[in-house]
Structure formats: structure tokens, C-alpha cells
């Protein structure tokens, strides 16, 4: 793999701002009941659409190694914010799943994909954040 750089800029000043990775974007904002433009997805939601993606990816990934053709995935992903500065409750997903191949299979293969999926990792031995750089343009 190589490095995921991911990059966000506000639109017009506001909340709004187009997050791109690559050439690949999606719309990120505050709730407008938060101040914001409720135009697009809030940190919250991008954490847990990164697990619920990973999980997803993952399936189709390990499903492909192990033979088994998936017809349909559905991961839902929550989790809630609490405290003073809020931080996340622990995220729960659920995996719905449907394959050419038995139930006992189909399980093992969530049951794997959740031991090594990349995300639901970095998330469970603490990948460290760090601001390595502020640049300030006033005025």
C-alpha cells in the first residue's frame, strides 16, 4: 500500500468544504442544528463510514481469496460522543451478508475479516494523531 494523503478545503468561506483524496471527493459539514450548512458528512460520520468501508472492502477482498462470490454486504456502523471535549463511544458494527456459500463459511469470513481489517485495528491499538504543521495567512 502507500500512503493515503486525503486533503480538506472549505467552499466560500463556510462550513462546507470538499474533501478529496486523490480523484476521488465527497462533501464534508457541520449539521445545520450545529452551525453549519448540513451539506455533507461531520467528522463523526466519516469515522465510522471509514470502519463500515473497510469492513465492506475487506469482505470483497477476503471472499475473493477464499473462492466465495458475495452477491450482497451491508455494514452499519454507530457509535455516539460523550464527554467534555467528545470523544467516541466505542463503535459497534453490523455486518448483513449474502454469498454463494454455506453459513458456517459466510461467518468465518466475517469473523476473519473482523480480526484483520485495517481500520477497526487502528482503532483498537490507538494509532496516535499529531498537528505536524500550522501555516497562518492573516488578513
Request: charged content about 20%.
Given at each position: ?40 458528512f ?5 469515522l ?81 494523531v ?10
Amino acid at each position: 500500500m502507500g500512503a493515503y494523503d486525503v486533503e480538506i478545503i472549505s467552499v466560500d468561506g463556510r462550513t462546507t468544504a470538499l474533501g478529496s483524496a486523490g480523484a476521488f471527493t465527497l462533501v464534508v459539514d457541520r449539521p445545520a442544528e450545529a452551525g453549519g450548512g448540513g451539506q455533507g458528512f461531520n467528522g463523526g460520520q466519516l469515522l465510522n463510514l471509514a470502519v463500515a468501508g473497510c469492513i465492506s472492502n475487506d469482505l470483497f477482498r477476503e471472499a475473493a481469496r477464499a473462492g466465495i462470490r458475495l452477491r450482497r454486504v451491508q455494514v452499519t456502523a454507530s457509535s455516539d460522543y460523550a464527554g467534555d471535549s467528545p470523544v467516541s463511544t466505542p463503535i459497534r458494527y453490523d455486518v448483513e451478508i449474502q454469498g454463494d456459500a454455506s453459513e458456517e463459511e459466510l461467518r468465518r469470513l466475517v469473523e476473519r475479516v473482523d480480526q484483520i481489517a485495517e481500520i477497526p485495528n487502528s482503532l483498537r491499538g490507538g494509532t496516535a494523531v499529531h498537528l505536524s504543521s500550522t501555516r497562518i495567512v492573516a488578513g
